[in-house]
């Protein structure tokens, strides 16, 4: 797994460096999950921490960790290769938390995501670099996915997190899924 | 020295409304008949301050009805007036309309003018046939008329007004004076500068000047003479009528130009602050204030002082530290905690407000229903001191009301049906603090629950099964039931029930417990408990599996072992414990959370016995951890709602702790049996 992963501090204050040099420009934080890249909306980002134990809540989706004490705000911490129905791997000294602030009915929410590692700042100069997401039927569920790019390394999908970290879509999928397997083993 | 009248008007709106509350008092506590002058002296002071200000801020609906007010009040402290229960029930009337009238201002609305008007009305006429009966029937024949005033005197009057050198230093303006008397009819002021003494030998702050003022219009003389009580020890003033038949002509041009500009900039100047006082006013009314006394401040400030000296210690062991020194650390430490835990105690004090603010209403609520029923009821009230968080207070008002009331309409009997209790029925009110709790009781001694019917009622809605014995509390609980509070035939015959789960739900809604206790034929108490504040909580901690929970130490009961042969499995109910004489539910914490690693032999973990709407549960957790104090956090901010979980708390070591919703948690296990 090609997993290029950046010293936490330097990569922040990287981060902060860079919006301020192109603000005209589309700013992606990009970070690695399953040996797949996968680029966030910059301004979204409030910061990355490394993994530390959350506490659990009960009787939520399994992709819900827990939640964690971000200076006296609790926030829930989603696991996102579960939100995407992957496989969960053991978490290790690499996965970080990326906490993003979301837009939701009820006013901005403060949201931690666990992702294998963090990679880099993807600078976008124009906008037509950024493909619509292919079509590939309802086979593969692209509702979050907002756009690709294609870069020297290969391919990275941006992603919608207004949308993929709606607290109430996930429980809401979450009733399907329950359902669904209700329904497999009836 | 220009003076921002605006930042002074929040607190005019404080105090009125202080004042209102006291004449309020006042007036219930005026025995009918005799004139209790210390009583309408205080009364009348109140109402007096409240005409003043309102009169300095340029509030003049309120400047006037007051005014009627005060002259029916003075008239009865003179003993011109008798104190009759008419007069009072209309002087509590134009109290409320007062309060209106005031509210309506700060919020910037429109004044209900119809009511103020009508009650004016009243209180005039009130007045005028006391006058007209002192006088020896002088029918002046307009008592059903509209008119408000009494007859006015010929013209007007001619005052002569000298202020002593020294008026100024009692901090009292003659502009202000004039400006109230404009409001009486057509003013023409004439100054007299006879006494003004050469430049160089003048003191700024005296007062040289002296007028003569004409005022033209209905004002009767004691209304004018009014206008001087604050000043008239600090001046030489004669009030004459004037003379009918000179026509209004002033002496002369010039004379009479210049002051009827200095009138004109007068009346400007009024109005213009008058707008913007009204613009201040309209933004302060949305944020809240609070009153707090100055010990209250005092002590944070030395906490916080304290606090500084441990911090400028700690930080100096810090500077070169060595094992040597993890002693005076400890102490340091312990230091620290102690000041911020006093720090946040009386933090919190500050917050707190006397429980007399809610209490106050009652009086008043007691003496207007009560008649209004015909029944004779007297309210006692105790420990109004008792100080509880601000927001509590403000949740609390509604269920206390309709407790009382519930106590007055159905509790209380007519004085025919009392049988061989007193005639005059007794509610009362107590609050008092007891184990970090505050508990407020409201009590009567009037019919109480009726037992039979209630369980009749609760036999046929199904709330209970036929053939078990409940005891009384299981019975009184179920007026706290929607489906049967509601129903009509129950408020008949047991008298209670109105409601009632409403105001359960309100005492919950903050964190508190309700709990009745009835005795038929002689009344019942209804105690309520609350938490000191909202925001901490004192917590226990439990563990399960991994994972650590707070119980609120206010709904445990205890905490006991179990023995396996105490437990019953119920067929398809779960398992109950056979505990001091009752069948207790058990709700295994780990299956409801879905822990992992947890005790799931009964006999090893520890059964927390916790009780939330009458209701009790014995809640399996693995051990009990300390306690601590828990400040609560919103976990539905960032997350949503969590079934059982009423909020979270940051726990000492920095992670997150989920606190129980012990009613929550009941009810699901409810459902679930």
New interface residues.
Partial sequence: MATKTTDLATLSTHLKREVKATAEGLQYLTFILAGESYGIDILKVQEIRGWV????????PSFVR????LR?????VIDLRLRFGLESVEYTKTTVVIVVTVRSEQGG???GMVVDGVSDVLNINNASEIKDPPDFGTAVNTEFISGLVTIEAGMVMLLDVDRLLS??EM?AVEAVRTADALHATA | MAIDIGQFVQTFFEESLEGLDIMEAGLLALPPGAADLEQINTIFRAAHSIKGGSGTFGFKEVTDFTHVMETLLDKMREGQMAVTGEAVNNLLESVDCLREMLMAVRQNTDIDSARVENLQGRLTRLLERNNTASRTADATGNLGSTASQPPPPPGGWLINFRPHLDLMHSGNDPVRIFRELATLGDLTVRPDFSRLPRLAEMQPEDCYLAWELELRGAASQEVVTEVFAWVEDDCDLSIEPLADTVAPPPAGATAAEEPGQGELLLERRGGDRRKSDRRGAGTAADSASIRVGIDKVDAVINLVGELVTTQSMLSALGVDFDMDRIDKLHEALDQLDRNTRDLQEHVMRIRMLPISSVFSRFPRMVHDISEKLGKLVELKISGEQTEIDKTVIEKIGDPLVHLVRNSLDHGIEPPAERGGKPATGVITLNAYHKSGSIFIEVGDDGRGLDRDALRRKGLDAGLLRPGEEYSDEQIHELIFHPGLSTAKQISDVSGRGVGMDVVRRNIQDVGGRIQIASQSGWGSKITICLPLTLAILDGQLVSVG???YIIPLLSIVESVQIRAEAINRVAGKGEVLRFRGQHLPILRLYE????ENAVTNLENGLLVVVEADGRQVGLFVDDLQGQQQISI???E????R????AG?T?LGD?????ILDISGLIRVNNAAT
């Fill in positions: 134990p959350v506490t659990k809540v009960p009787n939520a827990g939640v964690m004490n006296g705000a609790i926030v829930p929410r403060i949201v607290i109430e429980f | 991994h994972d650590c409801q959370f879905g822990a956090k919103s976990l901010k960032n997350f949503r969590v079934a059982g979980v979270a940051i920095g992670r997150v702790g989920l």
